[in-house]
């Protein structure tokens, strides 16, 4: 298995990997962010989510970057940003 090297690749795998876990499991972004738990409700799939990106991404990439973090905000969190959210 060849190891992701170049950042660009590095990104676009981490928004894959956030766009998977928003289009599998809309009721739970829905209803975490209704409820201000997004996190709590999604702790399984953004760990599995997490794994699979480091194992696929070189070290130094990963260190040097928050290609991840910045995708659970950019996918999730913006996308949801048209579910209504007292704190949202």
């Not at 289009?23 to 409700?41: P, R």
């Not at 970057?65 to 996308?79: C, G, I, M, P, R």
């Amino acid at each position: 298995m060849r190891l992701i090297k170049n950042p660009d690749e590095a990104r676009r795998l981490a928004r894959t990997i956030l766009s998977d876990i928003l289009l599998y499991n809309q009721a739970k972004v829905k209803e975490g962010i209704e409820k201000d738990s997004l996190f709590d409700v999604l702790t399984e799939e953004l760990t599995e989510g997490k794994k699979y990106y480091e194992s696929m991404v070189d070290e130094d990439i990963r260190q040097a970057t928050n290609f991840f973090s910045e995708a659970v905000v950019d996918v999730l969190v913006k996308q949801g940003g048209k579910i209504k959210s007292e704190i949202w």
